[in-house]
């Protein structure tokens, strides 16, 4: 389990969601290995490759909720890879489940650049 000041990131989660129309449901974050995320991402997705994040849509209109699978292992490459710390990219990574579960896609080239503008502008609230 990461250190993280769980209370403040629940709360920025529920501000998040809040700012896009949503209460916050069950929200299950599963911090894991590779190995794990690529056990994961092979037995439901069909996917045979290493991921950061896979996240599970369990969302009603009003409620977000989901499992979240992020890969601490792939969070640290990442962080070294991009010049940024392992907390910052952990709660970049954190926050972009989230707003998957909003309905936020990166799957264009377009949506994922909107997709990082709407992540820094959460690590800016949070301010991270």
Same mark, same amino acid.
Request: negative net charge.
């Given at each position: 389990?990461?250190?993280? &000041?769980?209370? @403040?990131?629940?709360?920025? *989660?529920? &501000?998040?969601?809040? /700012?896009? /129309?949503?209460?916050?449901?069950?929200?299950?974050? %599963?911090?894991?290995?590779?190995?794990?995320? =690529?056990?994961?991402?092979?037995?439901?997705?069909?996917? $045979?490759?290493?991921? $950061? %994040?896979?996240?599970?849509?369990?969302?009603?209109?009003?409620?977000?909720?989901?499992?979240?699978? *992020?890969?601490? $292992?792939?969070?640290?490459?990442?962080?070294? !890879?991009?010049?940024?710390?392992? /907390?910052?990219? =952990? #709660?970049?990574? *954190?926050? #972009?489940?989230? =707003? #998957?579960?909003? /309905?936020? !896609?990166? @799957?264009?080239?377009?949506?994922?650049?909107?997709?990082?503008? @709407?992540?820094?502008? &959460? =690590?800016?609230?949070?301010? %991270?």
């Amino acid at each position: 389990m990461p250190d993280l &000041a769980r209370g @403040k990131v629940e709360a920025w *989660i529920r &501000a998040t969601a809040a /700012g896009y /129309g949503f209460m916050t449901g069950e929200m299950n974050y %599963i911090f894991c290995s590779d190995e794990r995320i =690529l056990e994961v991402n092979r037995q439901f997705l069909q996917h $045979d490759y290493y991921t $950061d %994040i896979i996240t599970f849509d369990y969302s009603t209109r009003s409620s977000v909720s989901g499992d979240i699978y *992020i890969s601490l $292992d792939t969070v640290r490459t990442n962080a070294a !890879q991009f010049g940024t710390t392992y /907390g910052r990219e =952990l #709660h970049r990574v *954190i926050i #972009h489940g989230l =707003l #998957h579960l909003t /309905g936020q !896609q990166d @799957k264009t080239p377009e949506t994922e650049a909107e997709m990082h503008r @709407k992540e820094d502008f &959460a =690590l800016r609230a949070f301010d %991270i």
